[in-house]
């Protein structure tokens, strides 16, 4: 069975200062691996996508996250937080073989000023 | 501009009555999907199709139904069978590329419709 775990449901973290939000998964098979970001009563948007190419992903608005087969993990990254990156972020995986997605329960994302 | 529309924004149903959330694309995508948001839960994938007058059940099809009778069009119906229908429902649609999974493509939400039952 394949599940994905956000390890904190809220971070909060000052302006300028790096971020990151973790996720780790489990699939049997080599999994494709997705964040999502969701502003305030708004859809998804996708922030960048891995599939079995470079282990480091970049995204868009400055995002990247690194594929860790080892570790199962695919934290998501931005050097420098702005005040626009307060949103919630869902870190998806979906399994190649019998087409099925699960999606995070989030986290939630507060820049301080 | 293409994109997905979702309508209404916001949406008042007395209990054990049905309603239709409505959901258009015109991105020129095949697969469609609909999901379910709650507080704290991440979303569930309620219904997706991925052609005309096709689609499969997903982890949470009770007391919904669906019908994909144009590939612009994708609606909800939320039954008065379903037992806790506040929520924020979620419409997507992606590329589906013939001898891939549906669900392996990049999706593109709708800004959604939260229900609230009365």
């Known amino acids: 069975a394949q599940s994905v775990t956000q390890l904190d449901s809220h971070v909060s973290v000052s302006e300028g200062t790096p971020v990151l939000l973790r996720c780790n998964y489990s699939?049997?098979?080599?999994?494709?691996l997705f964040w999502y970001v969701q502003h305030p009563n708004k859809g998804l948007q996708l922030l960048l996508k891995y599939t079995s190419a470079a282990t480091l992903v970049k995204g868009i608005n400055g995002f990247e996250a690194e594929f860790k087969k080892s570790e199962t993990s695919f934290h998501l990254t931005k050097p420098s937080a702005h005040m626009s990156d307060a949103a919630e972020y869902f870190c998806?995986?979906?399994?190649?073989?019998?087409?099925?997605?699960?999606f995070g329960k989030g986290t939630r994302l507060h820049i301080l000023p | 501009d293409g994109g997905i529309t979702q309508s209404p924004k916001y949406l008042f149903r007395k209990e054990g009555q049905n309603v239709t959330l409505s959901c258009e694309q015109n991105l020129n995508h095949d697969a469609m999907y609909w999901y379910r948001q709650d507080p704290g839960q991440g979303l569930r994938l309620i219904y997706y199709?991925?052609?005309?007058?096709?689609?499969q059940k997903g982890d949470i099809a009770e007391g919904y139904s669906v019908s994909r009778e144009k590939k612009e069009s994708f609606p909800l119906t939320v039954t008065s069978a379903q037992k806790n229908p506040t929520a924020f429902y979620l419409c997507?649609?992606?590329?589906?590329?013939?001898?891939?999974?549906?669900?392996?493509?990049?999706?593109?939400f709708g800004p959604g419709t939260r229900l609230t039952v009365l």
């Open positions: 199709s991925q052609i005309v007058n096709d689609f």
């Open positions: 997507a649609s992606s590329m589906w590329l013939p001898g891939l999974p549906t669900l392996n493509n990049e999706q593109f």
């Open positions: 699939s049997s098979y080599s999994p494709s």
């Open positions: 998806v995986v979906s399994r190649l073989g019998d087409d099925k997605i699960i």
